[in-house]
């Protein structure tokens, strides 16, 4: 489904990705897993397509077709969802109405009808109900207000109702107590399925506890430099990423 | 100040002055509001028409933005009556009681003045003029004599609402002046209203001006509102991008009244807007906000001064603008501590956002401030769009223009908030949203 192939990018002039290779098939849960300054956020937002991301080498390909041309709201409704590690507050704007434009915009962008108000209404408490979302947290203006734990089930929120094809996961288990981590967790599994795939990044070992990988991936300064089973997140856990930190460097 | 500078009168000053001399003596009004004409035409063409050597005119240069002064318009025919039947539409449809201005003058078959409640009093200006009303005596240009453009106004006024609400009433349905411009020629109005709310009283006044290709509006209100009265006012401009409309609001507030004012501007070309709100009694409250949209030319000039004359009150100000393509927005607010005016809460804010490279927000926030046990504050922001919040929402699939008429909204919707009335809110958001769409959002 994703084949990331050679992948530069710079931002503000300095290069963070250094050639980075990465597929993940549909149906698979990837984990990225490196230290801080890795490259790790920069990856999720050039996935999405962030300003400012410039990929100067190398592909996205969803299933064959380039990504990195196309803009955000493109992606999005290509099926590239991100997850933000910082969801932002968008005062104002009512996270209902936030959520019926995305939808709806992304419904018209594959030549869908837009739902009916009873249909969004009640597709929308469903999977809010389902993360512990209250008819309050609604009805504020986007994130405004929310806890980190409670903006962070608002992002599942939104990938549950945008039923994207490739789910990037940028450090979700940040800010989150056990009890939330738990929430958002079994959010994400419940979105496991044959025809999505998902990436996993975090810097802890704690969330794959939770969110079972089949793939764990290292990456250290701008490239994958490990690829493992769900076993190498526990051997990170015990060993830290000092080798790595040291093996990217003799790479590079 | 500006008569020794000066040579020559600008030929709108002359198309003024012809203009007064040739209306003076069919104008409304006894020998006592003669009198009152021929001292402010006097005082306002002592300095002419306000120019940038003229402070509080600096960024609004009426020599410069105003090259011809339109004829007085004349009075509706029945034609321009029926082009206005529909008008007032600007406030929604909130249940109002119509007060309708053709071309400046009062049209009662328009008007709603059927059975009015007990202790609410509404008159044509142009008829309490002529007879002698005497609440025009007693506060008619008593608050603030000032202003050229106010002076120009009394010289010319000709109609507009005298409202008087009694002590202790409460006016369930709100008043909805309505000045719709409907002549087919260009032409200029000068509406004058004065509204006395007396003690603990209660009234919504909404006013809507639908500015029309080429005319030329001066319009000002005072307000008189008693202790402990909860006055809430909105006024609204939109229409054409040629129309010119210079308003003055005069205010004095008595001791622990509520006082809601809101200034909604939507596509007129060039707009001063001039608030002059004096506390006279302790303990009052005053929300004062705006909004304005504006694109192509467009010239918006909010100027405001809030007096705390006596202690103990709390004001705030909220005022936006939204700026596309070359339009301006110019901020002017000053708030006013009076020695002795102990106490005194004040805080005052303007926000622009900018659309495009080549528009220009000037503000100039001031303080001045003779007591030394207040709190008062200003602030001024102008910028572009978040580029961070778009690409969120961009990140969700909504597309640029929609992602970016989305933060538009809220960012004006943060002033429109403070008007009281749901009805009126969903009527100028309902604006604010086709405005963007007509910008392609």
Redesign the interface.
Known sequence: MLEVKNLHVTVDGKAILKGLDLTVNKGEVHAIMGPNGSGKSTLAYVMAGKPGYEATEGEVLLDGENILEMEPDERAAEGVFLAFQYPLEIPGVATMTFLRTALNAQRKARGQAELSTPEFLKTVREAAAKLEIGQDMLRRGVNVGFSGGEKKRNEILQMALLEPRLCVLDETDSGLDIDALKIVSDGVNRLRSPERAMIVITHYQRLLDHIVPDVVHVLSKGRIVRTGGKELALELEANGYAQYQDEAALAS | MNAEVRAMKTSAEQALAEAYAAAKARLPGNGAVQALREAAFKRFEADGLPNRRIEEWKYTDLRVLMREAKPPAGAPDAAAKARAAEAGKLAGDIDARRIVFVDGAFVPELSDLAALPPGLTVRPMAEALAAGDPRIAAHLGKVIPGDGMVALNTALMRDGALIHVAAGATVERPLHLIFAAAGTQPASVFCRSLVVIEPNARVMLVESHEAAAGHQVNAALELIVGAGAHVDHVKIVAGAGDALHVATLIAAVGARARFNDFSFNIGCGVVRNQLFVRFDGEAALANIGGASLLNGDQHSDTTLVADHKAGGCQSRELFKAVLDGRSRSVFQGRIIVQPGAQQTDAKMMTRALLLSEEAEADSKPELEIFADDVQCGHGATMGSLD???K??????????P??EA??V???V??AVESIEDAGLRDALMEQVAAWLKARGG
Not at chain 2, 391 to 400: C, D, N, S, V
């Open positions: 580029r961070s919040l690409f969120y929402l961009m990140a969700r699939g909504i597309p640029e929609e992602a989305l933060l909204q809220a960012f919707g943060e």
